[in-house]
């Protein structure tokens, strides 16, 4: 249900632009203004899950790792898939965003 939600929070975000409502002629900015809009009230809708997530995107793997699993092994395994290429440590600001992804 978590991810869920959080998928709810960030599809918008990713379906196109971040809208500008300071540029362009009178009915792009009304558009953009209209498109913050319906993306506050949507941050709005779920904001009991926007620590969360904030949390997971932003946080080390291993915080996030030891949140959710209780086995080293399994940790460590996931831990290992997440920063694979990412040539990070576990330990690394922004890792736990790997590791959801695994």
Known sequence: EFLAECRE???PLLDGP???????RYYERK????????????A???RGT????YELLTAPACHVLDKWF????????LA???????MISPRD???GCCSSSV
């Open 70 to 77: 209780e086995s080293d092994m399994l940790k460590a395994t």
């Open 9 to 11: 929070i960030l599809r």
């Open 44 to 46: 709005a809708r779920h």
């Open 93 to 95: 600001v922004g890792s």
């Open 80 to 86: 290992c898939d997440a920063v694979i290429g990412a």
């Open 50 to 53: 926007l620590g969360a997530l």
């Open 31 to 42: 558009q953009a203004a209209t498109t913050l809009y319906s993306l506050i009230k949507n």
């Open 18 to 24: 971040l809208p500008d409502p300071f540029q362009g």
